[in-house]
């Protein structure tokens, strides 16, 4: 069996990936808040644990794997978005808005990331579907003297876990200083995070034992992936206590960096006081941030960009895809028009190697780049060596291994139409460059067939030289005034 080695940030070593029971491994990554569309940096973590779970399936069996993702779907943004609809005249109540606002998104989400040729995960819950479990939940924690009631709030004691802040390498009094905490004079301690608040009226809300409110952000993440990860596993018989020596753990857990504190650090304090003999999960994994053009995505520099804004501009999915894996996943990405060219270039050469071809074997050099702490970018690099070798089975193998030229995604790249004249033009100016390009090779001079190459990349057409043959293509943006320029310039030099 392959052996996968993953970096810990719980324990900041790569470490040889053992799971707790090979027969069901387990993973949890935090999904999104569906307010809005999902930005680029949103998109990072779905390819990047996706590709994980591709690996997970092809060294443990797809059916060996169970991997949830998250839909939060109670938020104060959420709120927000259905309350401005209604202040613009949607004379619907609230509880409708907010209802059809998050099926919107997730519609959307849903859209974008298959765009993206990710793999839905075994469970995508909403927080809404948990909060029974969620109130169980806090509960424990209250009679445990981990968390207390105040003014029909929940809130957990943070210096009630010794280990809280272990994650992070931080200690809760340095957190303190300059901390972003909500400041409330009910808090025990200004550290203390809510478990569960209060809702008005026209808020969403659930009664429980602190009255009518909603669960705080962190605890839904706890109970989610306890209950689909643990208690049901247990509950389904695909899930064994023999040889388990912490319940209530299950294998990785992943997301962004900016998730690290305090949301997955309250995650780990919150359901290891809840579930004393657990440590919750044992590996900790985290892409790091994505930039635009070497800056900060922010819409007051204006270059923020949603997945569906790309998909509108004209940037195929896979070549999104092909962006995000050329960076590994505990880098920084930077995303640049240069690298998003590059990728569409790269891609439709190899879909026209692999049209009409039947994918053979993935190649264990793809394997073992990946196993390798999700070395992505080294895979990327074996794919390269396979096209270069005309290994074109095993390219598009490895290729759909890595959710790459798969079937119903290439149209972007199929060949561009060109009318009879046009076409006549390009065999025609296809037979004078090999001619010129066949003196070129005696005489040495390659002037005229320089200026040939770029006379036809300005017509949008590209020219692929090989040894033994020239081939003209043609792009997507074919420029046919352009192609009849060439042909009236040549016949008029002769």
Known sequence: MTEIRLTNGKTRRKEVFAPIDPKNVRMYVCGPTVYDRAHIGNARPVVVFDTLFRLLRHVYGADHVTYVRNFTDVDDKINATALARQQAGDARPLEVLIHERTEETIRWYHDDMDALGALRPTHEPRATAYIPQMIAMIETLIDGGHAYAANGHALFRVRSYKDYGALSGRSVDDMIAG????????????MDFVLWKPSSGDEPGWDSPWGRGRPGWHIECSAMADDLLWERPMKEGRLSMAGLDHPHNFDIHGGGLDLQFPHHENEIAQSCCAHPESGFANVWMHNEMLQVEGKKMSKSLGNFFTVRDLLDQGYPG????????????????????????????????????????????????????????????????????????????????????????????????????????????????????????????KTKNFTPVDRYKAQLTAAGVEVRMTKESVTLVPSEMVNEAGIWAITRNREAEE
Request: neutral net charge.
């Open 318 to 441: 896979e070549v999104i895809r092909m962006v995000y894996l050329g960076t590994h996943y505990s880098k920084p990405m930077d995303w640049t028009k240069e690298k998003a060219t590059s990728a569409r270039k790269t891609l439709k050469r190899w879909r026209e190697l692999t049209r009409d071809v039947r994918a053979g074997q993935v190649q264990q050099e793809i394997i073992s780049a990946l196993a390798d702490d999700l070395n992505t970018s080294r895979a990327i690099s074996e794919l390269h060596d396979l096209a270069a070798v005309g290994d074109v089975t095993s390219l598009l193998a490895s290729a759909q291994f890595l959710g790459l030229l798969q079937p119903g995604f290439g149209a972007w790249a199929a060949p561009a139409p060109v009318d009879g004249a046009t076409l006549s033009y390009l065999i025609e100016i296809q037979a004078w460059i090999t001619a010129c390009r066949n003196k070129a090779m």
């Open 179 to 190: 901390a972003r905490v909500e400041v409330a004079p009910f808090k025990e301690d200004p």
